[in-house]
């Protein structure tokens, strides 16, 4: 049971449950941790997904529905790095690898969003979810 929140922020609610800071990728579990003035090299961000660390780190300062896509994008990088497309190049082609990775993370992130957003009847029913809502 988990206590009643005044914010639906989404980074507040999983704050709130354990159970939720977590995420299972198959080939890991990783945990979710919120940071300010978080920084990939030397670049602000707002999220990144660590595969030495298992952890996904989240820039704690941005409002609910961009923090809601950078979480699902970074546990995306998680699934795509068992086919070798979590976000990471090396070797000559590195940046070109990275780049691409990350299109093809934010092609299927916003697909799969923007699929159960469109049709959350039937996201429900395809993908076995229970409980009332998406
Ligand atoms: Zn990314």
């Known amino acids: ?5 005044k914010s639906n922020h989404i980074y507040d609610i999983i704050k709130s449950n354990p159970d939720l800071q977590t ?3 198959g080939w890991a579990n990783f945990k979710i941790v919120f ?9 602000n961000c707002w999220g990144t997904c660590d595969f030495d660390t298992y952890e996904i780190h989240l820039e704690e300062k941005i ?10 994008h970074e546990i995306c990088h998680g699934f795509l790095e068992l086919c070798g497309m979590g976000g990471e190049g090396e070797g000559e082609e590195e940046e070109y690898v990275y780049a691409s990775n990350e299109r093809v993370t934010i092609t299927v992130s916003r697909a799969i969003m923007m699929f159960a957003r469109l049709n959350p009847e039937l996201a429900k029913e395809l993908l076995n979810l229970k409980g009332d809502d998406l």
């Open 63 to 72: 409002e609910d529905a961009p923090a809601r896509e950078t979480l699902f």
């Open 35 to 43: 940071k300010k003035g978080l920084k990939s090299g030397s670049q």
């Open 23 to 25: 995420v299972d990728v």
């Open 1 to 5: 049971m988990t206590k009643q929140l």
